[in-house]
């Protein structure tokens, strides 16, 4: 066992910051880097700002989150109020939160990404800088269009005036907004800042705003962002949807074949998730299973329930970038996949750690979703194609 010193849980150590700042500083000094990331990921995000604040070293914590995290606790903080967050946010932290946040669906939702470049207006410049040239340029000119309208100065430019109320940085490009009320106070600042701080990438974005094509720039966005996704475990819709494809009665007693269901590489999760949680109730069935798998076999399955989950999120479109959208995907994954277990294992005759060496998981997950529809099926919109390769037939 270790003599090392234990912080209290988060919110017994909040308590004793509000009657010994120094003693709860201390507390939470005691801790490993590792240790305070579990401290605060494991709190409510609405405490989490009070608790990096009480950090020895704030901008290291802050960059060492998983990306989904920081975002939620960005959120509960408050974007208008997170600048000295954002401040030491990675670049890689920052694209994932907004590729989480900023989108509904495959469209994006410029008002969610303009609140995001707003709070990152009340950074440093060299911060706005860095974290100007992380995000995708098609998704600024789309957060931008949505606010200014952009003239460029033409060459032959006898005659030319810019438009009534436009602002210029630097004579040639002249921006006004496209609401009356908006006083561009944010926008000038990173624009100011990119300016001054990388002059091509200014450029380059001004001239995009003024001329690309919005479908084409969209298509780019998203494409972007698909990828980086996947890299999260979060696949595209089309792919995840596939879920809830129809299972015929006649099939749903086979065990598949040819399958390699725990052949699952590790990768960087975005969210804090060290263990599988503790469920009650029909999907308790699937983890007690887990739990029973030799070391190497858990661990596998504890990486293919996480991608698992993440399908189901993304098939019901849930909000990425909002706290209660994971324990919501791991829950309705954990029952649905719990049913399709306890159905083959009677089947056959075989323990539930037996099925589990056999079965994907997103294979139990489906049959699982056939076998109890109604309480499975996802949203009006995210309802998924028939399987016609198999035959199925309309539900």
Known sequence: MSDAPTAPPARELLALARRDKAAAEKALASLGPAEQIALVCDALPSERGALIGLAPEPESLIASLPPAELCFTLKAVGLADSAWMLEHATPEQLVAAVDLDAWQGTALDTATAGEWLSALSRISDEAKV???????????????????????????????SPPEGAQTLEGRFH??????????????????????????????????????????????????RS??????????????????????????????????PLDVEPWALPVWLP?????????????????????????????????????????????????????????KAAHFASLGLAHLAKSHGLADTEVLLRVELEYLFRLGANLDPEAARPPRSAEAPHDDEAGAEPE
């Open 130 to 160: 860095r974290a100007l040239e992380s995000l995708d340029a098609e998704l600024l000119t789309l957060a931008l269009r949505a606010r200014i309208a952009v003239v460029q100065k033409p060459d032959d430019d006898e005659g030319w």
């Open 175 to 224: 921006f006004a907004a496209r609401d009356d009320k908006d006083d561009l106070a944010d926008v000038v600042m990173l624009l100011r800042a990119l300016f001054v701080g990388a002059y091509w990438s200014y450029f380059r974005l001004m001239q995009a705003v003024t001329w690309e094509l919005s479908t084409e720039t969209e298509e780019w966005a998203l494409r972007w």
């Open 227 to 260: 990828g980086r996704l996947e890299d999260l475990g979060f696949p595209v819709w089309d792919e995840a949807v596939q879920l809830y494809r129809y299972l015929e009665p006649e099939r749903r007693d086979r065990l598949p074949e040819g399958l390699a």
């Open 275 to 331: 263990q599988l949680p503790e469920l009650r109730g029909a999907g308790a069935r699937l983890f007690a299973a887990i739990a029973e798998l030799p070391d190497e076999r858990r661990r596998a399955s504890f990486y293919a329930f996480v991608a698992l989950a993440n399908r189901v999120a993304v098939a019901d479109r849930l909000p990425l970038g909002d706290v209660e959208s994971t324990p919501k995907a791991i829950e």
